[in-house]
């Protein structure tokens, strides 16, 4: 089965300062990889994904993602931390399986991590 | 262009009832998938529906059910709710089916059910 972990559970930076948080995965053939934030109370906001190609990935809000087959990670960066970047981020990937009604599949994510940004 | 539509946003049931959510997903999207989000057990998939048909199904016990209508909306009913149910129940929908991993899930902002 597919899987990603996310080994810290809090991240602190400093606004202006470059944050990491750091995502590594298991999986079986491609991955298809996703970041994914969420702010109190709200839904899931997508922030940029991983299906092949470039290994440097750019998404939403000034956020990127490194992809590195070697290591099996997917860390989404950012060079300067905004205290609005405060939140909780999840990194997932998506499980493609057959079933007898087709083919199916599914998000697997990780616990996540809290970012705090202070002033 | 409105995105992923649940309702009701907060509900509040007592043991033993049943309740039923609702999902719109963004216009032309055909997929709609469920995720329960609780603080101990994170987030975990409940159900994937691609042209009406279940296509997936996570580890849950029968009485989580759900459905998917002609017009690509979604309802998830949970049967005989027992206090571990509370939790933040959440829909994606995406443009494409399973067979196009490439496109990727909007999330609504979710349902917060408390069971009391």
């Known amino acids: 089965a597919q899987s990603v972990a996310q080994p810290e559970d809090q991240v602190n930076v400093a606004e202006g300062n470059p944050l990491t948080v750091k995502c590594t995965y298991s999986?079986?053939?491609?991955?298809?990889l996703f970041w994914y934030v969420q702010y109190p109370n709200r839904g899931l906001q997508f922030l940029l994904k991983?299906?092949?190609?470039?290994?440097l990935v750019k998404g939403s809000y000034g956020f990127e993602a490194e992809f590195n087959k070697s290591q099996t990670s997917f860390h989404l960066k950012k060079p300067s931390a905004l205290v609005s970047d405060s939140a909780l981020y999840f990194c997932?990937?998506?499980?493609?399986?057959?079933?007898?009604?087709?083919?199916?599949?599914?998000?697997?994510f990780g616990t996540g991590t809290r970012l705090q940004v202070t002033l | 262009k409105a995105g992923v539509t649940q309702t009701p946003r907060y509900l509040i049931k007592t043991r033993g009832q049943q309740v039923t959510l609702s999902c719109s997903p963004i216009?032309?999207?055909?997929?709609v998938s469920w995720y329960q989000q609780t603080p101990g057990q994170g987030l975990q998939f409940l159900f994937e529906?691609?042209?009406?048909?279940?296509?997936n199904k996570g580890n849950f016990p029968g009485r989580f059910s759900g459905r998917q209508f002609s017009n690509s909306r979604s309802e998830m009913n949970v049967s005989t709710l027992e206090l571990g149910d509370s939790a933040l129940y959440l829909c994606?929908?995406?443009?494409?089916?399973?067979?196009?991993?490439?496109?990727?899930?909007?999330f609504g902002s979710g349902t917060r059910l408390t069971v009391v």
């Open positions: 994606a929908s995406s443009f494409r089916g399973p067979t196009a991993p490439n496109y990727g899930y909007t």
């Open positions: 999986v079986s053939g491609n991955p298809y």
């Open positions: 991983y299906i092949t190609g470039d290994n």
């Open positions: 997932a990937v998506r499980d493609i399986m057959q079933r007898n009604t087709g083919t199916a599949s599914k998000l697997t």
């Open positions: 216009s032309g999207h055909r997929s």
């Open positions: 529906y691609f042209s009406e048909t279940q296509r």
